[in-house]
């Protein structure tokens, strides 16, 4: 599979209301015997990508081994649709409209320590709970993610690692006040 035909198929898979997520990752799996090494960190963001929409927990967790292959040295897991290099990039509307807590939930022995999802213009939620029950997880970057409303860009702006501290400590004061209720 060539890379133009690749591009033009995952995004047909991954476009609009109706994504098959399933029929995406079959797609991928595909491309990545043809288009790898070349294409290997293109391919794993979109992986990424695929990967942190997933709403069936029973999935996300029978793709474990491959998420983590996707993990650079620093256990840094990149989903952002910007690269250093154009031709890198990856299409908007390809990219995660959500981070799921069954993706979240997955995530949480896989050791990963930084998630970049920053430059998402489709980002819309992501599950606040379940990051922070991570407990490898040191930053989240969401920078310039305009349809995210939670959390504030005030605390986003603030930086990666401060975002992840400020997340934990209201979930905790969240559990606190659940407790006392």
């Not at 022995?109 to 997880?137: F, Y």
Request: glycine share 2%; with cysteine; charged share 30%.
């Amino acid at each position: 599979m060539d890379e133009k035909k690749f591009r033009k198929e995952i995004v047909e898979a991954l476009e609009g209301h109706r994504r098959n997520f399933k029929h995406a990752l079959l797609i991928l799996d595909s491309a990545r015997k043809s288009l790898e090494p070349t294409y290997k960190k293109k391919l794993d963001k979109i992986f990424a990508n695929i990967f942190l929409c997933l709403d069936d927990l029973d999935l996300c967790q029978s793709l474990q081994d491959q998420i983590r292959k996707c993990f650079s040295k620093d256990m840094s897991l990149d989903a952002s649709p910007v690269a250093n290099a154009d031709w890198m990039s990856i299409p908007v509307s390809i990219c995660a409209d959500q981070i799921t807590k069954s993706a979240a939930m997955s995530l949480r022995d896989s050791g990963l320590e930084h998630l970049n999802v920053s430059s998402n213009a489709k980002l819309r939620k992501i599950a606040v709970k379940q990051l922070c029950d991570i407990p490898t997880l040191k930053s989240l970057n969401c920078t310039y993610c305009p349809l995210l409303l939670y959390p504030p860009r005030e605390i986003i702006d603030k930086g990666d690692y401060f975002l992840m501290k400020h997340l934990r400590m209201v979930e905790s004061q969240q559990s606190l006040l659940w407790f006392f209720r």
